[in-house]
């Protein structure tokens, strides 16, 4: 067994153990599918990180993270518009999909690892997309962003998006079922999704269904994860925490879409996303440490 493999696997154990973290079919047996299924407008989106880079001080050249980064296409769109790039993420078949995506690029890296374990003072700028919802307990909430604060540089740049819980548990409960067909070399995928909202405890529990038809066999994956939502308080508690100021929120990867715009129509809606500079000043761990394997 690879290293990789064996912090996947160790990390799954953990998975089951703990709730911690969450190992979809997305990350795993379907990691070829993520793009396919997962269509996001990345080069648009990218333009504004960079445009939020440069503003706050972080040019080409400089060295980013992308924490948490799927299939590569953030991490290898910011290195096409020339960051040093290096993505991290905890699924092994992710990063082999985006060292498949690299084409030979050399400012850009890809890594398996945990971004609640990063290295010291490595990076002017953290992207970190879509990730933080898979982080269910508290101390991981908290020591996510001293992780990140400890990982950037003096007066470093970070950049990330999450669901809010409250206009995401309204659209959910409004259209819980969410469906997508895709054709591709294997064979027809059809991926669904049922979300019922746990109102009480603020989080959401997502039915999943991978189904991929060829030569007139079926195949089909189940897979029952949560999901926890954020709200701005605990974003701008748990930020502040870590040392973060200079907090500002967007609705989506457009300026010109405060936080309180409703985007109903986009394919980003009901995501809040939020950008923060690092201040120089090292943030105090000891409130938020946390204690976690
Ligand atoms: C919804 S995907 C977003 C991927 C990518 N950022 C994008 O926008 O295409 C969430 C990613 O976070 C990763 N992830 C979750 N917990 C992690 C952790 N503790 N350390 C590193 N990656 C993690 C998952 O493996 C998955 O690739």
Redesign the pocket.
């Known amino acids: 067994m690879t290293e990789e493999t064996a912090l996947h696997r160790e990390?799954e154990q953990r998975s089951v153990a703990t709730g911690k973290?969450?190992i979809?079919p997305?990350?795993t047996e379907y990691a070829w599918a993520?793009?396919l299924l997962?269509d996001?407008p990345?080069r648009k989106e990218s333009a504004t990180i960079v445009a939020w880079l440069i503003e706050r001080g972080v040019r080409p050249g400089g060295d980013v993270l992308?924490?948490?980064?799927?299939?590569g296409?953030?991490a290898i769109e910011l290195a096409r518009r020339g960051y040093n790039v290096n993505g991290?993420?905890?699924?092994p078949e992710?990063v082999d999909e985006a060292r498949r995506s690299l084409g030979g690029r050399q400012n850009v890296s890809f890594t398996v690892?945990?971004?609640?374990a990063l290295p010291a003072a490595s990076y002017d700028a953290i992207?970190?997309?879509?990730?933080l919802?898979?982080?269910l307990n508290d101390d991981?909430r908290q020591e996510?962003f001293a992780s990140f604060s400890r990982a950037l540089r003096s007066a470093g740049v970070l950049i990330l998006d999450v669901r809010e819980w409250a206009a995401t548990a309204a659209r959910k409960a409004r259209e819980p079922v969410f469906r997508k067909s895709v054709d591709t070399d294997r064979g027809k995928l059809t991926f669904t999704s049922v979300t019922e909202v746990d109102a009480e405890n603020r989080r959401l529990v997502v039915s999943e269904r991978h189904t991929l038809s060829a030569d007139g066999h079926e195949r089909s994956s189940d897979h029952v994860f949560v999901m926890r939502c954020w709200t701005r308080d605990e974003l701008d508690s748990n930020l502040r925490a870590a040392g973060f100021d200079g907090i500002a929120y967007f609705g989506a990867y457009d300026p010109a879409i405060g936080p309180a715009a409703r985007i109903d129509s986009s394919p980003w809606r009901n995501e809040r996303i939020l950008r923060s500079d690092n201040t120089p000043l090292q943030p105090t761990r000891g409130a938020h440490q946390s204690d976690g394997p």
């Open positions: 990390t973290f969450c979809r997305f990350y993520f793009d997962i996001r990345v992308d924490a948490g980064c799927g299939t296409r953030y991290m993420d905890i699924s992710l690892g945990d971004i609640l992207l970190c997309r879509g990730v919802n898979d982080f991981d996510v």
